[in-house]
């Protein structure tokens, strides 16, 4: 089945420290799409991506559709206490969406 | 407007009972879809519905399991016989009509067998 890889499987950082993290498929999606999961909720919509080569921002968050249509990653700049939570990559084909893993973010005081 | 709800927020069934997870899309909504989360995991694919049809049910497993999403009311995921193993988050989300946007998730169900 299709499979999206997604890393790091989780971080710890520093408050005020940038974040990086990237997925990557085996199968080509129309859009990419990046969630957030705070604990004992449903995923928020973060970002969402159309075009290969795109990048989105949405406040201190970037995102970019990668050329070959087949990865995807998140930035996060200056990053504050709420940014806690799991992000999960996810690939969009008509009407079925797949979600990575997650990268769990932890922010050391 | 209402996001997507979902009830009961948290269910405790023994072992062989039944257990209904109930999801009422956001309004104007016509998609709905069924997601299962294991601890530590990302969120698996379960059923696509439409009112009164099933489009996709290539993640649901074959006994046991079935979903509906009638003319009227919420969509029902229904697990028989309950196991140990069903214990997870289980997820609707709804979409409108068509939409390549991505989908507006519920807060979830968390299903505990005992």
């Known amino acids: 089945g299709q499979q999206l890889n997604q890393s790091p499987q989780s971080m710890f950082i520093q408050e005020g420290e940038d974040v990086s993290m990237n997925c990557t498929s085996s199968?080509?999606?129309?859009?990419w799409l990046w969630y957030k999961q705070d604990p004992g909720e449903g995923p928020v919509l973060l970002i969402a991506?159309?075009?290969?080569?795109e990048l989105t921002s949405n406040g201190r968050l970037t995102a970019q559709f990668g050329i070959t249509r087949k990865d995807s990653f998140l930035n996060i700049s200056a990053s504050i206490p709420s940014d806690v939570g799991i992000y999960f990559c996810a690939g969009q084909r008509d009407d079925k969406i797949i979600f990575g893993k997650g990268t769990r973010l932890h922010i050391l005081p | 407007n209402a996001g997507v709800m979902q009830n009961p927020r948290h269910l405790v069934r023994r072992r062989g009972q039944e257990a209904r997870l109930r999801c009422s899309p956001m309004k104007g909504h016509s998609h709905v879809y069924w997601y299962r989360q294991l601890p530590e995991e990302g969120l698996k694919f379960m059923v696509y519905?439409?009112?009164?049809?099933?489009?996709?049910e290539s993640g649901m497993p074959k006994e046991r399991f079935s979903a509906e999403f009638p003319k009227e009311g919420p969509s029902i995921l229904r697990i028989q016989q309950v196991v140990r193993g069903d214990s997870a988050a289980y997820f609707c989300?709804?979409?409108?009509?068509?939409?390549?946007?991505?989908?507006?998730f519920g807060s979830g169900t968390r299903l505990t067998v005992v």
């Open positions: 519905l439409q009112k009164e049809n099933i489009i996709d």
């Open positions: 989300a709804s979409s409108p009509m068509s939409s390549s946007n991505g989908y507006t």
């Open positions: 199968s080509i999606f129309n859009t």
């Open positions: 991506l159309y075009k290969a080569g």
